[in-house]
């Protein structure tokens, strides 16, 4: 069964913190995906990577980075958190488009809340 | 830039009626899939569609994408408490590894 392990459930973080948010799948998967949800406006993609060192923008970059050294992890970064990136970040793997049904495995999430 | 979304936002049924979700995208999408979120949890697969028109069925949900590729729809027949949480369709643009997600419909199924 595939695992994605996100590093924190919850954190909390001051206006100005350098953030980083962890993400490991066990799984080999080469998509790599971090999306955040607030109500009402569903799952946003900020950044995904379909393989080692490459790296996408989603819908919303604007305020984070990412880092995909090793296969297995995706580092998502707040270089200066904002109050506005208060929220619930999911990060997911899935195999490429290419190997047919390709469902999207989500970690639990980090409630992130910035004060 | 790509756009997907959901009608109806919200949806209270009572235990035992009829439940569908719409999922329409601003763009041509190479597949579409579903997921569930319960409560407190985070989105699971249910189910991916890759034919123009094609239909899946599993046990009361019945999944349909459409003709052009740009629409799909869940029906849920004789909703159950089990079944509430948030559905959510998702689907890459032709030629593209982004996975877009719709903006969810919320479902509540009163006993």
């Known amino acids: 069964d595939v695992k994605v392990t996100q590093s924190s459930r919850y954190l909390v973080k001051r206006t100005g913190e350098k953030v980083f948010l962890e993400c490991v799948q066990d799984m080999d998967h080469e998509n790599m995906f971090w999306y955040r949800q607030d109500p009402g406006l569903g799952l946003r993609l900020i950044y995904f990577?379909?393989?080692?060192?490459?790296?996408e923008k989603g819908d919303i970059p604007e305020g984070y980075s990412v880092s995909r050294e090793k296969k297995e992890r995706f580092s998502l970064i707040l270089e200066s958190a904002s109050t506005n990136q208060t929220s619930m970040y999911l990060c997911?793997?899935?195999?490429?488009?290419?190997?047919?049904?390709?469902?999207?495995?989500f970690g639990n999430g980090t409630r992130l809340t910035v004060t | 830039g790509q756009q997907v979304m959901q009608i109806p936002q919200y949806q209270h049924v009572q235990e035992g009626e009829d439940f569908t979700t719409y999922c329409n995208s601003s763009?041509?999408?190479?597949?579409i899939q579903w997921y569930k979120q319960r409560p407190g949890g985070h989105p699971v697969f249910l189910i991916q569609?890759?034919?123009?028109?094609e239909v899946k069925k599993q046990k009361r949900l019945t999944f349909q994408f459409g003709e052009a590729k740009k629409n799909s729809s869940l029906h849920i027949t004789a909703t159950q408490t089990t079944d509430v949480g948030t559905y959510f369709c998702a689907g890459p643009s032709s030629g593209t590894y982004k996975y877009i997600f719709g903006t969810g419909t919320r479902l509540k199924v009163l006993a």
């Open positions: 997911a793997s899935s195999l490429p488009l290419t190997a047919g049904v390709t469902p999207l495995h």
């Open positions: 763009t041509t999408l190479s597949n």
């Open positions: 569609l890759v034919k123009s028109g």
């Open positions: 990577s379909y393989d080692v060192k490459m790296k």
